[in-house]
């Protein structure tokens, strides 16, 4: 019988960086269990370093090198299968893992051994720019922090996560997200959930590791556009977690779009009024967002809400345009609980950025209504 002191750890690598990859193979293992590397490997144009070829030709890891760029989903399935570990930790490879890692997630197993998987603690440095911070404040890094706060979540980030074997089985991460976009994750550890009577996923903030800033804290908006596209998809899917609520800004704005002609075509006067309330529909989303966050943070600066809202933009809108790709005009407004909570009765969810900003739509149309009645 096969030892369940067995964990196979899977990092998928377009890169390939020695100075993140090799510390990883080095770490401290605890006694009696075993740890099998699966690095695969997602350029085959890369170059691989003489030293991780020595550990390749030792066995003490193995690399699986895609015949060409499969992306993330495909890469972590190829790991999981090419093992047969109890349990798959995910890492990803620009990652620096502290030296208890893996003793703290032996001991997670021991002590819970019921549990379908682990969430460990994801730290990104202190944020080097403006547009880093607004990063954290616009809560897109919410999933690296998670462990420290709550024993318990729905999914977890595959930068430092692990599972159980069985209580995956079959499942594997989707095909169907785009390669390059996000969502993925979130449906493969919920599809995990749902499968195990939707028990949460025990979070560990003890098993830490450090992940740098993307370029350094540089504005950077393609990857947010990404994410959106890639979370358009999770409703659909997961309809059980799907509801419906107001429309985003640019939801808004195309909507205006669509009837503007008809504004144009009515009279000259619509079109002044329509356009007006073009503006004052990016102006609201600037205030409200500015209220949401001052009652959140200390202080906000122009540069942060600045940053801040072309995020929020490039997400939206990214998840937009994937919809009206798709010809899935019910996608707008439809959004997707990230908490995992099954939404029977969840329309139209209210909180103080939509109420301001609703608020701010009524009185400009109030006002512009009053003055073409005069």
């Not at 144009?264 to 102006?283: D, P």
Request: with cysteine; hydrophobic share 45%; charged share 20%.
């Amino acid at each position: 019988m096969q030892s369940k002191k067995n964990i196979d750890i899977v990092i998928p690598s377009y890169r390939l960086e020695e100075k993140y990859i090799i510390p990883l193979i080095d770490l401290p293992k605890p006694e009696g269990w075993s740890f099998n590397y699966f690095i695969v490997v997602d350029n085959p144009a890369v170059k691989i370093s003489p030293q991780i070829e020595s550990y390749a030709a030792t066995g003490l890891v193995t690399l699986l090198i895609n015949p060409y760029n499969l992306g993330a989903s495909l890469s972590r399935n190829r790991g999981m299968e090419a093992g047969t570990g109890q349990w798959v930790l995910f890492l990803d490879d620009d990652i620096r893992a502290e030296n208890e890692l893996l003793f703290h997630y032996v001991n997670a197993i021991e002590r819970y051994p019921e549990e379908i998987g682990f969430i460990g603690l994801v730290k990104l440095p202190p944020p080097p720019t403006a547009f880093a911070k607004a990063l954290l404040m616009n809560g897109s890094m919410m999933i690296f922090g998670i462990a420290e706060k709550t024993p318990s979540f729905s999914w977890g980030a595959t930068a430092n996560m692990m599972v159980k074997r069985s209580a995956v089985g079959d499942i594997r991460f989707s095909e169907k997200y785009p390669k390059f976009g996000g969502g993925e994750d979130v449906d493969f550890f919920l599809s995990v959930r749902d499968k195990n009577q939707c028990g949460d996923y025990r979070t560990l903030k003890e098993a830490v590791v450090c992940h740098p800033w993307w370029k350094e804290g540089k504005p950077d908006f393609v990857r947010h556009f990404r994410y959106g596209e890639g979370n358009s998809y999770l409703a659909a899917f997961n309809p059980q977690y799907a509801y419906y609520d107001f429309p985003n800004t640019p939801e808004t704005l195309f909507l205006m779009v669509v009837v503007l002609p008809v504004a144009a075509i009515a009279s000259s006067s619509g079109l002044v009024v329509w356009i007006t309330v073009f503006g004052w529909v990016v102006v609201a989303e600037a205030i409200a967002t500015w209220i949401q966050l001052a009652k959140r943070h200390a202080s906000v600066t122009v540069p942060i809400l600045y940053y801040v809202l072309r995020l929020k933009f490039a997400y939206s809108t990214g998840m937009l345009m994937a919809n009206l790709r798709r010809g899935r005009l019910k996608g707008i407004g439809e959004r997707f609980e990230f908490k995992g909570q099954h939404h029977r009765n969840g329309f139209f969810q209210f909180n103080t950025y939509k109420i301001v900003k609703w608020v701010l739509y009524i009185f400009v149309l109030l006002l512009l209504g009053y003055l073409c009645l005069r």
